[in-house]
């Protein structure tokens, strides 16, 4: 039997099987419009590498048919099979057909085979046997192939609790986390709206006398009609002035409100490039709409590379500085924006479905960012979205409706300062709860690790698989034996990974696990 499709070290009391002799995928198939309200699940509501729920819809909402499964049985996306997502039904329904629906046998719990199938090392196998390249499946067959270790049924019962025991202590600290987290997303939103409305350099204006922001403006309006009238840049449409009922608060006395066209200078959707025509060997770093986070930033960790003409280029490069606004994308997130603020010897293209504006180094691009990722700016933007089944998008010309208010430039760059210094204790404060969640997924998986190779709980002698003579196990002889942990007496072996070892040996199970937040 190959590596590939060996699994974990067993203990030898174990029975080492292929899940084709374990489970059966159900066919029952459905028309939506001929049952009753069962609940639907898509891809979307099952959570990835948790084993849970995270909601569910309602057959009238599909139309096309669907899977039926039962209560107790396993569901398991077989698209892009490395999102790890399975569940074990706690009621009947209906799910996508990218949802393979499994029963076990006799022989194996579905609460321990929707365990299993959550360790890393079927995850890997799952991923590295799925086939399509946009939209890699894993088929039931590949599934099927797949050994696991099957200990006896009194034996997966105890491992089943000790797991759910363990990982509820866990979940118990993530939820502490969650609520750290949502805290952070409200003191961000209370420091940005507060910037926005003049309240963080409320003593700053005691003590300091700027440039009104209307002098401001007209400097910029008489600079833009010369660039105008020499035919260097274009000229927006001329909209009117911001009128009562547009205004959301009120504002500093030396402050304007402003519309977003009155300050730019430049603006150009993006450089189309199909998936096919992206790829790490190629010359220029491609800026898209998943490069833009919600909270305002740009990030570098994914960025793909396209090729492009020279005309292209001079067309499509950033420059530092650059407003950047996501004008399509899901309704949820259509609207994001960031500062490109890169410092490179690379050339930097941008997506088309990301518009980006040049304020002529007049005003500072930081502190318009923040306006539109305050609650204010994203109240407005709300209001302009327009939107179909799949797609929402901010059409430019609504875009130019938008209206912010303006500081004098002394106070603007004041602004972001002070936000920028309390953002950044934020910041610190959500770096350590991304470190926390990838240390409660590697304590998860170590769990799994330790449960299914039988290091978790102990053998109970006596007890013996209850795979029925007549099944062919697989990886007999020297590969069989290869793959059993080297006990003598059928109990679980004491070795552990050095990463379980650190993980699991700091648990208190009478306790959440700490968060470092």
Not at 322 to 332: E, I
Not at 404 to 421: F, G, T, W, Y
Not at 463 to 473: F, L, N
């Amino acid at each position: 039997m190959s590596e590939a499709n060996r699994g974990l070290s067993i203990p030898g009391h174990w029975k080492r099987v292929k899940l084709g002799q374990l489970i059966t995928k159900t066919t029952d198939k459905v028309e939506p419009d001929s049952v009753d309200s069962l609940p639907y699940l898509g891809l979307k509501h099952l959570e990835q590498g948790t084993g849970k729920l995270a909601g569910k819809g309602d057959a009238e909402e599909v139309s096309s048919t669907k899977n039926l499964f039962r209560e107790g049985d396993i569901l398991y996306g077989k698209l892009r099979p490395y999102l790890n997502k399975v569940w074990r039904a706690s009621f009947d329904g209906i799910c996508s057909t990218d949802i393979l629906v499994f029963r076990t046998s006799d022989q194996l719990l579905p609460e321990f085979l929707h365990w299993r199938l959550l360790c890393s090392d079927f995850v890997a196998y799952a991923d590295q046997n799925s086939s399509g390249v946009n939209h890699p499946r894993v088929s039931f067959k590949e599934v099927s192939e797949y050994a696991i270790g099957v200990p006896p049924l009194p034996e997966q019962r105890r491992i089943v609790a000790k797991i759910e025991e363990l990982f509820s202590n866990l979940d118990a600290g993530m939820g502490d986390l969650q609520t750290a987290e949502r805290q952070l997303e409200r003191y961000r939103l209370s420091v940005l709206q507060a910037a926005v409305e003049g309240r963080l350099t409320a003593d700053w204006r005691e003590t300091h006398d700027p440039e009104p922001a209307d002098q401001l403006h007209d400097r910029i309006r008489n600079e833009k009609k010369q660039l105008y009238d020499s035919g260097k840049i274009r000229k927006p449409k001329e909209r009117p002035a911001p009128e009562e009922d547009e205004i959301p608060f009120s504002i500093p006395e030396r402050w304007s409100w402003i519309r977003i066209t009155e300050l730019m200078y430049n603006w150009r959707s993006g450089l189309e490039k199909r998936n096919s025509e992206q790829g790490p060997e190629l010359e220029y770093p491609y800026i898209k709409m998943g490069d833009i986070t919600d909270d305002g930033r740009l990030t570098l960790d994914s960025v793909t590379r396209v090729g492009a003409e020279p005309e292209d280029v001079e067309k499509y490069k950033l420059s530092r500085g650059d407003f950047l606004f996501n004008v399509r994308n899901s309704k949820k997130l259509v609207g994001k924006s960031c500062v490109f603020d890169v410092e490179s010897d690379e050339t930097y293209l941008f997506n088309n479905n990301i518009l980006r504006v040049d304020f002529g180094g007049k005003v500072s691009t930081k502190y318009i960012n923040y306006w539109f990722c305050s609650a204010a700016g994203r109240d407005m933007l709300e209001e302009l979205k327009s939107s179909t089944t799949n797609v929402a998008a901010i059409y430019h010309k609504d875009f130019f409706t938008c209206i912010l208010p303006l500081p004098p430039l002394a106070e603007q760059k004041r602004i972001v300062d002070e936000v920028e210094r309390l953002l950044s204790v934020a910041d610190d404060a959500s770096d350590t709860a991304d470190r926390e969640h990838t240390r409660a997924e590697r304590l998860r998986q170590s769990i799994l690790k330790q449960a299914f190779s039988g290091q978790l709980v102990p053998h109970e002698d006596g007890e013996t698989p209850s795979i029925p003579d007549t099944s062919t196990t697989v990886a007999n002889g020297k590969d069989e034996q290869e793959s059993r942990s080297p006990t003598t007496d059928g109990n679980a072996t004491e070795e552990r990974s050095a990463d379980g070892d650190d993980l699991l040996d700091g648990i208190d199970e009478s306790n959440q696990i700490e968060m470092d937040i």
